[in-house]
């Protein structure tokens, strides 16, 4: 079946350091989304790319769409408290479902 | 734009009694409403597809009979989770798609049931 695959399921990481997840499709996605979800909340979208290749970037956030669009990555640099939480990639295989990814979750030690 | 309600936020509940979980599209239109479960430290796994006016498709191994989903008009759609069992405690989220949008999924804040 159509899988997304995500990892490290855990990163620790001091304060300022930087951060990055990494997804991986199965088969071609038709475009990747990412959530950021806080404990006990919801998942908040934060991006979606569609082309081949595609970077994207929100402040210290850096989002890449490989070029077989199979494969993601989240890159924070400079890591904040605020930055705690889990990151889901979710990928659309074209029929506009999302699978999601096992999620990777961010900790920051102060 | 694009807030998506979903009431109750948290329930508890009896083993075989039935729970109704609402999502609303509060400031848009949603022609397709998902319905997700996640379990604690886990991703979220997809139960449902649901169109409105039409019966909801389901994902394997959702018992369909189980959760019950309606989505009565573009801006609501429920789950109903019957003779719920603890092994039914989860966090429900659903989300909407906007109508004639990009695909863009926007999640409501979950219900967090606990089945005693």
């Known amino acids: 079946g159509q899988q997304v695959m995500q990892i490290p399921q855990y990163q620790h990481v001091q304060e300022g350091e930087d951060f990055t997840t990494y997804c991986n499709s199965s088969t071609t996605l038709s475009n990747i989304q990412w959530y950021k979800q806080r404990p006990g909340g919801h998942p908040v979208f934060l991006i979606q790319?569609?082309?081949?290749?595609e970077v994207k970037k929100q402040k210290r956030l850096t989002f890449q769409f490989g070029e077989a669009k199979k494969n993601s990555s989240l890159h924070i640099t400079a890591t904040q408290t605020t930055d705690v939480g889990t990151y889901f990639c979710?990928?659309?295989?074209?029929?506009?479902?999302?699978?999601f990814g096992t999620g990777t979750r961010l900790t920051i030690i102060p | 734009g694009a807030v998506v309600s979903q009431h109750p936020s948290r329930v508890i509940c009896k083993s075989g009694t039935s729970v109704k979980i609402e999502c609303r599209s509060l400031d848009f239109q949603a022609t397709t409403m998902f319905w997700y479960r996640q379990f604690p430290k886990q991703s979220l796994m997809l139960m449902a597809t649901?169109?409105?006016?039409?019966?909801?498709?389901?994902e394997q191994g959702v018992e369909k009979d189980k959760f019950l989903i309606n989505h009565a008009s573009l801006t609501l759609s429920t789950l109903t989770v019957t003779s719920a069992h603890p092994e039914d405690s989860s966090f429900y989220i659903c989300?909407?798609?906007?109508?004639?949008?990009?695909?863009?999924?926007?999640f409501g804040p979950g219900t967090r049931l606990l089945v005693l």
């Open positions: 790319l569609v082309k081949s290749g």
């Open positions: 989300s909407a798609s906007r109508a004639g949008g990009p695909e863009t999924q926007y």
């Open positions: 979710a990928g659309d295989f074209g029929n506009e479902k999302l699978t």
């Open positions: 649901s169109n409105e006016g039409s019966k909801a498709t389901y």
